[in-house]
Every structure is written in structure tokens, then in C-alpha cells.
């Protein structure tokens, strides 16, 4: 019964900024480190940012390092991703991602994704 709901994407222009949401439920979201990932039209799976419990301990992937911003609110059970100055590099669909072990395994959870597109 894991659900991981995204919100937050759609149509912005080059420069712009968006705020992405993930709403989690059906289980002890504060137990979990949590992954934001993309996928970008025609190309492959790409880790975008990471965060650990607490949110004390946060990793990037080295095209959005200064631009995006990880972040979670235990008390609300959700997950965020600030996304600053973005660039058309960044449109795809992006998953909010519940990790159970230090690597990709079956028992991840993953939410539908939403759509951020950057374009003038």
C-alpha cells in the first residue's frame, strides 16, 4: 500500500523555477532515504538528487549541483525538489523514489512520475 504521489511539474520557460512535491503514505516515510529521478525523452534512467533520513545528508548529481535543491518534511510525509534556473536539459519526467537498501533492488517503490518541460 506505498504510494508515492508526485505534483508539481508542467510547462516552464528557460530560467525558470519549479517546485516538485512527492506525497508518501503506507509507510514510516522518515525511516527512508528517498531519490528523486529523471528521465529524459529518449535516454535512460538518471539519478537526480538523494536525501538521508533526517535530511541532514543530501547528494546531487553534478548537472543540477547549485540549481536544485532536495529537501523533506517528515511531519507532512513529503518529499520536495526545488528546481532553479532550469535549462531545456532538464525536461523529462521525473519519479519520487523510496530506497529500502544502499542500491536499486524489486522492493523500491516508485511514484508515476510527473512532467516538467522546459521550453520557450
Known amino acids: 500500500q506505498v504510494q508515492l504521489v508526485e505534483s508539481g511539474g508542467g510547462l516552464v520557460q528557460p530560467g525558470g523555477s519549479l517546485r516538485l512535491s512527492c506525497a508518501a503514505s503506507g509507510f514510516t516515510f522518515s525511516n527512508y532515504w528517498m531519490i528523486w529521478v529523471r528521465q529524459a525523452p529518449g535516454k535512460g534512467l538518471e539519478w537526480v538528487s538523494r536525501?538521508?533520513?533526517?535530511?541532514?545528508?543530501?547528494y546531487y548529481t553534478d548537472s543540477v549541483k547549485g540549481r536544485f535543491a532536495i529537501s523533506r518534511d517528515n511531519d507532512k510525509n513529503t518529499l520536495y525538489l526545488q528546481k532553479n534556473s532550469l535549462n531545456p536539459e532538464d525536461t523529462a519526467v521525473y519519479y519520487c523514489?523510496?530506497?529500502?537498501?544502499?542500491?536499486?533492488?524489486?522492493?523500491?517503490?516508485w511514484g508515476q512520475g510527473t512532467q516538467v518541460t522546459v521550453s520557450s
Open positions: 523514489v523510496k530506497r529500502v537498501m544502499g542500491w536499486r533492488t524489486a522492493e523500491d517503490s
Open positions: 536525501i538521508s533520513t533526517g535530511g541532514d545528508t543530501t
